[in-house]
């Protein structure tokens, strides 16, 4: 029966429509490239969405993964395997700061790994130990509240909603869970205001903000949370679910903006493996002065029972993602994504379109915002947004991109593009720029 209905009609029929799905069926990938049911190429700067960060199929992921599936794909956590101990260490050296990590799926789920240690550490400890000593208060008020920023992406689990800064993505799942404050982003007077009445535990953001439009924080900002969280012993931590491990030309996103701030926690997920689903967290060593007396380390805060999963971490993946990082070190990826970006981004300005009103743009993660009036200039269809229509065009182009709000394109593009890749991509954008039909 199925062998008879087209992949469209496959859709239609079993597949549950989540998803504001475009037209093209895609059916291979090698590099920057991938290919249509129909054989047509595109030049994918997506990236799955800022996920395939060395292109498609690298051969010596799949070598690697490939070798890993012929030894262990899966075991429980109940038990220890070499590459997840491995990764983990890799990964507290990329941040360059002690602590450990916990491995689960996707970005939705590593935030929520966050949500879980800020409750933790508001409901069970003092704050952060000084290097004095402290005193444990048992008495002392519990505290739950995480801020987050306006225009913020958190995934779409219900504290993943709950925690975004988009009223969009609430709509029908009301009541919210509880707990997050919104407040006005690279704003620190707010920022402040927000931590004043002593009722939150955390601030929360992305160093850049992808789902928002491209808009990365001001290294002010990030140094004022800082001080915000030290003053009232709050957790700061960072989403780089998108911008992490590469994608700014830096391992972290608040490396290339401002290394001299860290956080207590950050999420990732996206890049981390190259395509295959896995999602991690860091947490700080930082001493914690519990209500019961006692010290603990900040990473030793969700103990056994606390969380898990079942699928996180497996040798198959672990494998992977080593292998992932093994390239971008070994083939100088960082370095690319600085160069290939500002190449990316000269070059974009370069056009001076007077459909463009601006690009943004750290490393490899590129926002071009299409002028306000786009729709009454463009004669564009009714309901149709500047950027899904813009995005359709470049299809039609042979050039994928992502729409990021209402007139924001994102180029995403895998860390070891090129630049003859980027030239093609900005010469696809402004070619369907001049055919552009006038009001």
Known sequence: MSASLSTLELFEHYVIPTYGRFSVRLARGEGSRVWDED???YLDFGAGIAVTSLG?????????MRRQLGELVHVSNLYYTRPQGELAKKLVEIVGAPGKVF???????????LYKLSRKFGNEANGFALSSGGSANPDAPHRRGIITMHGSFHGRTLGGIAATGQDKVKKGFEPMVEGFKHIAFNDTPALEDAAEDGSAVAVLLEPVQGEGGIHPVAPEYLR?????????????????????LGRT???????????????????????IAGGFPLGAIWVSARPVQMRNGEVKPLCDLLGPGTHGTTFGGTPLICSGALEVIAVIEEEHLLENARVQGRHAVESLRALNSPWIREIRGVGLLLGIELVADFGSRCALPSGKSPSIYMV????????LTIPSG???????PPLNVQSGDVDEAVRILSDVLDSLPKA
């Open 392 to 399: 359709e065009r470049l299809h039609d182009a042979g050039l």
């Open 39 to 41: 054989g047509k190429e």
């Open 56 to 64: 498609h199929c690298n051969p010596r992921v799949v070598e690697r």
């Open 406 to 412: 209402t007139h924001t394109l994102r180029w995403l």
């Open 224 to 244: 004022a949370a800082r001080a915000v969280c030290d003053r009232r012993s709050m957790l700061l931590l960072f989403d780089e679910v998108q911008c992490g």
């Open 249 to 271: 030309g830096d391992w972290n996103g608040w490396d290339t903006l401002a290394p001299d701030v860290k956080p207590d926690a950050v999420s990732w997920a996206k890049g």
């Open 103 to 113: 491995f689960c799926n996707s970005g939705a789920e590593a935030n929520e790994a």
